[in-house]
């Protein structure tokens, strides 16, 4: 098993900045990778930002790519989510998500087995 947690959502304004992290616990998540989705209200979660394992290869959400960045630290077991130039349609809950399986695939829901909680991050126009 795997836990999960996120921190660092609020609220900000339009233009602003907001920095995410998910801190792992139980089952080593080591080399395995992680991922930040969505949901907005009255949508479906969607795929926001992905890491493989190594941390040399990310995926990003056409949305977001240029704006956001993930990285992470295996030696604490987080993984975080700088996001500048927010947008009000930035507004979501933001969960953390990861896999404990080697795979080619990091965008769908399907291909994670763990989540958090999530985050609410508002941004005010």
């Known amino acids: 098993q795997v836990q999960l947690v996120e921190s660092g959502g609020g609220l900000v304004q339009a233009g602003g900045s907001l920095r995410l992290a998910c801190t792992a616990s139980g089952r080593t998540v080591s080399g395995y990778a992680l991922g930040w989705f969505r949901q907005a209200p009255g949508k479906e979660r969607e795929f926001v930002a992905a890491i493989t394992g190594s941390g040399r290869t990310t995926r990003y959400a056409d949305s977001v790519k240029g704006r956001f960045t993930i990285s992470r630290d295996n030696t604490k077991r987080t993984v975080s989510l700088l996001m500048n130039s927010l947008k009000p349609e930035d507004t979501a809950v933001y969960y953390c998500?990861?896999?404990?399986?080697?795979?080619?695939?990091?965008?769908?829901?399907?291909?994670?087995?763990?989540w958090g909680q999530g985050t609410q991050v508002t941004v005010s126009s």
């Open positions: 998500a990861s896999r404990t399986y080697i795979s080619a695939s990091l965008t769908g829901e399907k291909d994670y087995d763990y």
